[in-house]
Structures are given as structure tokens and as C-alpha cells.
């Protein structure tokens, strides 16, 4: 069996607003718990509780996932002002509007 090899390389990741994607996700994972849990007797009945409980789970996990990507946000942001400060010729060939509170 060959070893399977990319053609092409990975892109670069996408970079957007994190931590409000993560808090979006985790907040609609609660919002579906609340709803769900007044018909808990229904989904008991059918045997389908699994699906109250992943919700709160996936808010629970969201809680988690905020945490995460607020401490590499912070991450982030920390690597860039050292890098900028133990480059200042790097800044100054930037355009003002690349650089932050421009």
C-alpha cells in the first residue's frame, strides 16, 4: 500500500473573530437546553433524553472552548507586540492603517 503524499499545500488558516464565534455556538448549545428541558417527560418517554443532555454538554464544552481561544487571543496579541518591539524597522515600513490604534 502506497503512502499517500498532498499534491498541493495546506493553506493558511483562517483568522476571524474566535471568540465571539465560539461564544455564538455556545450560547445557541444553552438556549437549545433551556428549551428542551420543559419536554424532558416527552423525550424520557422515547428514550431520546441523549439529546438534552449533548446540549448541555456542548455549552458545557463551550465554556471550555471560550477559556481556550480568549487565552490564545491574549497569546496572540502578546507574541505580536514583542515581535513589534524587537523589530521596530518592521513597523515603521507598515501602513498606518495595519497598525493598531492607527
Same mark, same amino acid.
Not at 499534491?7 to 493558511?12: N, R, Y
Not at 416527552?42 to 471550555?64: E, M, N
Given at each position: 500500500?502506497?503512502? *499517500? #503524499?498532498?499534491?498541493?499545500? /495546506?493553506?493558511?488558516?483562517?483568522?476571524?473573530?474566535?471568540v465571539?464565534?465560539?461564544?455564538?455556538?455556545? &450560547?445557541?448549545?444553552?438556549?437549545?437546553?433551556?428549551?428542551?428541558?420543559?419536554?424532558?417527560?416527552?423525550?424520557?418517554d422515547?428514550?431520546?433524553?441523549?439529546?438534552? *443532555? #449533548?446540549?448541555?454538554?456542548? /455549552?458545557?464544552?463551550?465554556l471550555?472552548g471560550?477559556?481556550?481561544?480568549?487565552k490564545r487571543?491574549?497569546? &496572540?496579541?502578546?507574541?505580536?507586540?514583542?515581535?513589534?518591539?524587537?523589530?521596530?524597522?518592521?513597523?515603521?515600513?507598515?501602513?498606518p492603517e495595519?497598525?493598531?490604534?492607527?
Amino acid at each position: 500500500m502506497a503512502k *499517500w #503524499t498532498p499534491k498541493h499545500e /495546506a493553506p493558511e488558516p483562517l483568522e476571524g473573530p474566535v471568540v465571539a464565534t465560539i461564544t455564538g455556538g455556545t &450560547i445557541l448549545w444553552f438556549v437549545l437546553f433551556v428549551v428542551q428541558v420543559p419536554f424532558y417527560g416527552w423525550f424520557d418517554d422515547r428514550d431520546l433524553t441523549w439529546w438534552v *443532555w #449533548t446540549c448541555l454538554a456542548g /455549552a458545557g464544552l463551550g465554556l471550555i472552548g471560550i477559556w481556550y481561544v480568549r487565552k490564545r487571543d491574549a497569546a &496572540i496579541k502578546r507574541h505580536a507586540a514583542a515581535q513589534t518591539a524587537a523589530h521596530p524597522a518592521t513597523r515603521a515600513a507598515e501602513p498606518p492603517e495595519a497598525r493598531p490604534g492607527a
